[in-house]
Each structure stands twice: as structure tokens, then as C-alpha cells.
């Protein structure tokens, strides 16, 4: 059975910190590279930061030097640090494989996010 849950949004101040975590099934996320995708209100779901299992690392250039992922084997855990917070990263943050895990039958997996609210 697979599972991904996100944890650690909340409100926060611009210019402000947050760190993400999500938790995974270990039969994925062994062996899967992870990735953080966000969707803000009426606009679609996009990838912004990836990491593989040699912990490679990949950024949107909208959150190039600001935000941080990564992967603790131990724990089945990935990370997403997230500093300067600007009020354009308000949005709901998921984590998913890479690509988002599909399930034949099932479909795509999301599970339910965290909300990240910066205000100004």
C-alpha cells in the first residue's frame, strides 16, 4: 500500500520560514526519486523540487535559493525547507514520486497537501 503525508504548512509572514515534511511508504520511496509540487488557487499543479535516491536535486527557478529539499532514508522522509517566503508561494504543497505515482485501476495518487499562506 502507498502512502505520501504532507505535514508543517501554516500561516506565515513574508520573508518568513517553513519546513515541510512528508512521510512515505517505504516501498516507494526507496526506490523512487520524490519530488514537492504546489497548486495555487486556479492554476494547475506543478513540480518545484525534485530529489532522487542519490539525492540529486532540481529547482522551478521560482524557487531556486529559497527553498530546499531534502531525504532522510531512515525515516522514509522528504523534506522541503522554505525560506524568504514570499506571498506568491501561498498554495497547497504536495509530495508525490517522480513522476506522481500512478496505480493501474486507481489512477493517479495525490493525497490531501498542507495549505503555506504568506501574507504581506
Given amino acids: ?3 505520501m503525508v504532507e505535514s508543517g504548512g501554516g500561516l506565515v509572514q513574508a520573508g518568513g520560514s ?3 515534511s512528508c512521510a512515505a511508504s517505504e516501498n ?3 526506490i523512487k526519486a520524490m519530488g514537492w509540487y504546489r497548486q495555487a488557487p486556479g492554476t494547475k499543479r506543478d513540480v ?7 539525492h540529486t536535486t532540481t529547482y ?9 529539499i531534502s531525504r532522510e532514508t531512515a525515516k522514509n522522509t522528504v ?4 525560506n524568504n517566503l514570499k506571498p506568491e508561494d ?5 509530495c508525490n514520486t517522480v513522476p506522481p505515482y500512478f496505480a493501474p485501476g486507481l489512477g493517479t495518487y495525490w493525497n490531501r ?5 504568506v501574507s504581506s
Fill in 113 to 117: 497537501g498542507t495549505q503555506v499562506t
Fill in 18 to 20: 517553513l519546513r515541510l
Fill in 90 to 94: 501561498t498554495a497547497v504543497y504536495y
Fill in 79 to 82: 523534506y522541503l525547507q522554505m
Fill in 60 to 68: 522551478s527557478d521560482s524557487v531556486k535559493g529559497r527553498f530546499t
Fill in 1 to 3: 500500500q502507498v502512502h
Fill in 28 to 30: 516507494i520511496f526507496s
Fill in 48 to 54: 518545484i523540487a525534485t530529489i532522487t535516491t542519490s
